[in-house]
């Protein structure tokens, strides 16, 4: 149902997304609506079909029906003031749209390992109307190997991981709040969505979510 949720505009591919049942929230309709997916995309006819698009280093950006499925998965821990952690952050788009969510008062730092998509996920977010939340902190894009998390900022309350482990990294399970949830694909071959839950005492749980298609999640050399 989800490649049927492509639009020609930001509202258009948002509303098809709602009306296909890929979420149900409004916070997330929401925060989505303030993030224009064209100023995080190489191919700006790519901006509003519901599929993977690449953005250059062997990286892409996730199918919007994806970063949909995450940001409802994740906003029971994505209230205003919550610390959230972006693994694989790219073009910036997650960054922005969880922003949105958690506010001035929160913090959403995003990890890539490939500099020049730092810089470029930077840019994205200025020319999207985010270079306040920038310069204040509230949103951080740090180069860095994300699958060892990024503990200066940690724990935190939600974290997303936009590539495939062929595990589940330790430092990230380490780095999550007591209560908190990551949203991570994992596998080689096959790879499966985890949904990782830390209770207040401090115990992991694992679900099984859905079958997926991710890029690796791996090191530049690589």
């Known amino acids: 149902m989800a490649w049927r949720s492509s639009g020609s505009t930001n509202s258009e591919l948002i509303a098809n997304m709602a009306k296909n049942g890929i979420f149900s929230a409004t916070e ?16 700006k006819r790519d901006a509003y ?6 953005i250059g280093h062997d990286a892409t950006i996730s199918a919007p029906h ?8 994740l906003l029971p821990f994505l209230k205003p003031g919550a610390k959230v952690l ?19 008062q929160g913090k959403v730092v995003g990890i890539d390992h490939i500099p020049e998509l730092v810089r ?17 902190g509230a949103i951080e894009v740090v180069c860095g190997d994300g699958r060892q998390g990024y503990a200066n900022a940690g724990p935190y309350d939600a974290i997303h991981v936009g590539a495939a482990a062929p595990t589940l990294p330790q430092p990230l399970v380490d780095q999550l ?6 949203f991570i ?14 209770d207040a005492q401090g115990n992991v749980t ?9 890029v690796p999640l791996t090191d530049r050399k690589k």
């Open 28 to 43: 997330v309709q929401t925060a989505m609506a303030k993030v224009d997916r064209a100023n995080y995309v190489v191919n």
């Open 120 to 136: 470029w996920s930077v840019e994205n977010l200025k020319r999207d109307g985010l270079g306040q939340a920038l310069d204040s």
């Open 66 to 73: 994806m970063h949909a499925y995450a940001t409802e998965y």
């Open 206 to 214: 694992k679900k099984e979510l859905m079958d997926v298609r991710y």
């Open 86 to 104: 972006d693994v694989g952050s790219g073009s910036g788009y997650l960054c922005a749209v969880f922003h949105h969510i958690v506010a001035e």
């Open 185 to 198: 694909p994992v596998g080689d071959v096959a790879q499966v969505i985890l949904l990782v839950d830390k």
């Open 49 to 54: 079909v519901d599929a993977p698009s690449p």
């Open 177 to 182: 709040a007591a209560p908190g949830r990551m």
